[in-house]
């Protein structure tokens, strides 16, 4: 049964590497030659390297880039820092009538929602104020705008928003059935808040842009969660607006105003390269992150970077860092945890993150490309369909995990491995898997344990160990 499942898991994998050939020493690591797959596993503590395989190869990381871009914020702003959207008044309140100008000013917050701008509404009320003798602009100079986060990625669609220093509902706005970018984030916020400010009784003018620095005194506020609050949604959502205006404030905490979102990645990228220093095999050679989200195929790194990145950010957080990547694992299993974060674009997969078998910590990241195919995509080829190939990095990427679980698997514990996803921990041992409700029928294919209805239980025992009843209760692995 088990052969028959790898020669499956090997037979799909195959597509992953139709075209290339063996890298050598030679060549450098984009060449056409190079494998389309590389994977890394290292000890957390030490860095000593478990397991890889093409390492130190280049890859389109995709949203992996929002690893680096987690460890920038949480540095340079701090785990606690919190934005605030402000509304500042100049003049006086009399009778009800600011004597002036209002002011929405915004702070790059890339989690300020329609509730919050209605909170501000009720905060400006309570402060008196029923109408705006003078001007009422908004200010979104905290950031530089951005019409979208990548030019050459589809327009118009919700991964790719534009940036701005005032943002709301993640600068979305919802048109015939469905959600689309705003073209003017922070005309769009002032208008919500025209909008929400009348419903209260509160006459202000037509939002304009305010063209220098907002001066004032403060009237109303809102706070953001805190940052680390901010990251942990960022990476479980993979939310590209969070991850670019996270990244660039950020780096303006260092003192330089970023002028673009490739600017500021490539201040996070020399950032990364300098707190890490040197990290063995080909070091930091071709890294390059062209925005803070991943929305881009113009972004390089290799397996090695990536855990390297991940390592630092353990050592220098711990849980606190690890914590925010998505675990992919049983509810209250002990036996090992898995928790990471997925990167995906059409002929782009890759998965990087912690792994914790028995007390041993490990940091991983497993990439696979099809270059060819993906620039194939950009340009327009129409018919090109990623699917089988994704099917098969998936089933290649759960194939190295598996097997990195099984051996490094404790040896004065029983030899059962209960699985989230099938075959992601397919011990070599030849599981055998049962229905426990008819245990007459046996599942000769591990995967249905992935497309069985959540709740039934399914018995997985390995060698002579006794089985032990597992019950699917998580989502599957992405």
């Known amino acids: 049964m088990i052969r028959r499942l790898l020669k499956r898991v090997a037979a799909l994998s195959c597509v992953i590497f139709i075209g290339s050939g063996t890298h050598t020493s030679a060549a450098p690591p984009e060449t056409r030659s190079a494998p389309s797959y590389g994977y890394i596993l290292m000890d957390a503590a030490t860095g000593h390297v478990i397991s890889h395989e093409n390492a130190d190869n ?16 949480l540095s340079n702003l701090g785990a606690e820092r919190r934005f605030r959207t402000r509304l500042l008044a100049e003049g006086t309140v009399i009778n009800g009538v600011l004597q002036g100008n209002l002011h929405l000013v915004g702070s790059g917050d890339p989690s300020l929602k329609e509730r919050d701008v209605i909170e501000l509404v009720a905060k400006l009320s309570a402060a008196g104020v029923h109408r705006v003798s003078g001007r009422f602009t908004y200010d979104t100079s905290a950031l530089p705008r951005s019409a979208s986060i990548d030019a050459a990625q ?52 037509e939002p304009t842009r305010l063209r220098r620095a907002a001066t004032g005194y403060e ?4 706070t953001s969660a805190p940052v680390a609050t901010l990251a942990a949604e960022m990476m479980d959502l993979s939310t590209n607006l969070a991850a670019e205006s996270l990244g660039m404030l950020s780096v303006a905490s260092m ?28 070091g930091w050679r071709g890294f390059r992150m062209a925005n803070h989200s991943g929305l881009s195929t113009k972004s390089r790194a290799t397996p090695r970077q990536i855990a390297s ?3 630092l950010g353990y050592q220098r957080f711990g849980r606190n860092f690890s914590d925010l990547h998505s675990a992919n694992q049983p509810v209250g299993f002990q036996a090992y945890t898995l928790r990471g974060k997925f990167g995906t ?15 041993k910590e490990m940091v991983f990241a497993i990439m696979a490309n099809d270059r060819r195919r993906r620039a194939l995509a950009d340009a327009g080829t129409t018919g090109l369909s990623s699917q ?25 514990r029983p030899a059962t491995i209960l699985t989230a ?6 011990p070599a041992e030849a599981p055998v898997f049962e229905n426990a409700v008819n245990p007459a029928k046996t599942i000769l294919d591990a995967w249905d344990i992935a497309r069985s209805e959540p709740e039934q239980p399914v018995r997985v025992s390995v060698l002579s160990a006794k089985p032990a009843l597992y019950v699917r209760t998580t989502r599957l692995v992405k």
């Open 421 to 426: 996803s099938a075959p992601a921990a397919i």
């Open 309 to 311: 990145i991940l390592r």
């Open 255 to 282: 003192g330089t105003q970023p002028k673009s979102l490739s600017g500021a990645a490539k201040a996070t990228a020399a950032w990364v390269k300098a707190e890490a220093g040197a990290i063995g095999g080909a």
């Open 219 to 222: 009237i109303a506020a809102h």
């Open 154 to 205: 589809p327009a118009g669609q919700a991964y790719n928003p534009p940036v701005s220093g005032l943002n709301v509902d993640l600068n979305l706005s919802g048109k015939n059935g469905r959600s689309g970018p705003a073209r003017e984030p922070g005309r769009r916020a002032g208008r919500m808040l025209r909008y929400f400010a009348h419903g209260q009784g509160i006459t202000l003018p």
């Open 58 to 73: 280049l890859f389109i990381p995709a949203s992996l880039s929002k690893i680096p871009t987690t460890l920038m914020a």
């Open 388 to 412: 089988s190939w994704m099917t098969a990095a998936r089933k290649l990427e759960q194939k190295v995990l598996g097997d990195w679980i099984t051996g490094l698997w404790p040896s004065d």
């Open 345 to 359: 674009m059409r002929f782009v997969r890759g998965y990087a993150g912690f792994l914790t078998v028995g007390n």
